[in-house]
Nanobody
Framework: QVQLVESGGGSVQSGWSLILSCVASGYIANGTCMGWFRMPPWYEREGIALTYSGIGRTWYRDSVKGRFTIAQDTAKNTMFLQMRSLKQEDNEEYYC???????????????WGQGNQDTVYS
């Protein structure tokens, strides 16, 4: 069993930065997929930054490329999302997620963090 606990985020002005953290309890195997999702108004979580644990391969949604960075501290079982140059359209609820099986980053992800609302105001 894996549990994911998120922290960080908050309320910032447009153009500022935030960092989200996601600590995993339980075993995270190398080569499995972890990432960050957010919930836009149509209420379907969309992946924004994904990584293969311990390998360093990453993927970013076009809307966040160049502004967001996903990183991992495998020794601490912690994943981060550094968000820079935040825009009002980044005003979403963010979730970390982990997929233990399958060797890919396609849905479904079996483990989810509790969610973290980030507010970006002008």
């Amino acid at each position: 069993q894996v549990q994911l606990v998120e922290s960080g985020g908050g309320s910032v002005q447009s153009g500022w930065s935030l960092i989200l953290s996601c600590v995993a309890s339980g075993y995270i195997a190398n080569g499995t997929c972890m990432g960050w999702f957010r919930m836009p108004p149509w209420y379907e979580r969309e992946g924004i930054a994904l990584t293969y644990s311990g390998i360093g391969r990453t993927w970013y949604r076009d809307s966040v490329k160049g502004r967001f960075t996903i990183a991992q501290d495998t020794a601490k079982n912690t994943m981060f999302l550094q968000m820079r140059s935040l825009k009002q359209e980044d005003n979403e609820e963010y979730y970390c997620a982990y997929k233990a099986y399958g060797g890919d980053c396609n849905h479904p992800f079996g483990y989810w963090g509790q969610g973290n609302q980030d507010t970006v105001y002008s």
